[in-house]
């Protein structure tokens, strides 16, 4: 099936919190554009399934199996599947999850 969208203008911040919208999903792989308002906090998680992340707009703080990254526009994040990770915004900040 093909199908268009435009991500940038599917970006949409709440006030408070996060704001996900699917952007595909076929078979095992789901693609979701993630809105955190500034200042939210993802605390320590696993995935069962590798992630791949795209930053869109914003700063934070990624970190992953207790490494920190700088989120940035344009920054991509690779993660096995069953690695701790977490995050924290400054300011608002998009991203793209891809899950395999």
Do not use: W
Request: aromatic share 8%; hydrophobic share 40%; charged share 25%.
């Amino acid at each position: 099936m093909n199908e268009y969208k435009d991500i940038l203008e599917m970006i949409e911040y709440p006030k408070k919190g996060v704001l996900s919208k699917d952007i595909f999903k076929e078979g095992k792989i789901s693609c979701s554009l993630f809105c955190m308002a500034s200042g939210t906090e993802i605390s320590e998680h696993t995935s069962i399934k590798q992630g791949l992340v795209y930053v869109l707009e914003g700063e934070g703080n990624f970190n992953l199996q207790g490494k920190d990254i700088k989120m940035n526009e344009g920054v991509f994040i690779n993660m096995e599947e069953n690695v701790v990770h977490s995050l924290k915004v400054r300011e608002n900040t998009s991203f793209i999850l891809v899950l395999i």
